[in-house]
């Protein structure tokens, strides 16, 4: 079955600190992979996808297919990084229409 | 550009009633999906619409059904309404390729709906 798997519900790190939030996922095949984000009383928009292999606002996340996880990191974290954070999957290449989403992790940054 | 607006932003129903929500994609976009986000969990796909056809379908039950119109704007109808179908309803709107590298979906602010 496909599935995203997002362990932790909450996430709370002082700002500065490394932060890294797990995903990992069940698929038979060859999934894209992505993170999105929700920030306070905004809309839930991509903040990054595997094939671009780019960082965005300081943010990476490497596709491990030997452990089928997606992990996002940031060595630093302020404190505008503070949102709701959902791992995605769609296991039509190329389109994001059919996603695949986990339950989320909300990332406290705290000062 | 307002990107993808979604109409009403909240509704209360009672079990039994039907419901429509409405959305306009972002401009210059063509395809529209439909997402269901329950109090707790990531959002999960209903359906997707493009050239007026429902092309992809989730595992929801005939009672869900949708409408896109000419001009892209798309509709999702809920019949028969259970409590369970409470939940915030996203649409999401992106631009069909057929080798898509930069294809990016946009998400509306959603439909709160209330079943009571």
């Known amino acids: 079955a496909q599935r995203v798997t997002q362990p932790e519900k909450l996430l709370s790190v002082f700002k500065g600190a490394p932060v890294e939030l797990k995903c990992n996922y069940s698929y038979s095949g060859s999934p894209e992979l992505f993170w999105y984000v929700q920030y306070s009383r905004q809309r839930l928009q991509l903040l990054l996808r595997h094939i671009s292999r780019e960082s965005i606002k300081g943010f990476t996340a490497d596709l491990n297919k030997g452990e089928t996880s997606f992990h996002l990191k940031k060595p630093f974290a302020q404190e505008e990084d503070s949102a709701m954070y959902y791992c995605?999957?769609?296991?039509?290449?190329?389109?994001?229409?059919?996603?695949?989403f986990g339950k989320g992790t909300k990332l406290s940054v705290k000062p | 550009d307002a990107g993808v607006t979604q109409s009403p932003t909240h509704l209360i129903k009672t079990r039994g009633q039907q419901v429509t929500l409405r959305c306009s994609p972002k401009s210059g976009h063509d395809t529209v999906s439909w997402y269901q986000q329950a109090l707790g969990q990531g959002p999960q796909f209903i359906f997707q619409?493009?050239?007026?056809?429902?092309?992809q379908r989730g595992n929801f039950p005939d009672r869900f059904s949708g409408h896109q119109f000419p001009n892209y704007s798309s509709e999702l109808n809920v019949n028969a309404l259970l409590l369970g179908d409470s939940a915030l309803y996203l649409c999401?709107?992106?631009?069909?390729?057929?080798?898509?590298?930069?294809?990016?979906?946009?998400f509306g602010s959603g439909t709160q709906l209330s079943v009571l």
């Open positions: 995605a999957l769609s296991g039509q290449w190329g389109s994001q229409g059919n996603l695949i």
């Open positions: 619409y493009y050239e007026e056809e429902e092309r």
């Open positions: 999401a709107s992106s631009r069909n390729r057929d080798t898509a590298t930069n294809e990016k979906l946009f």
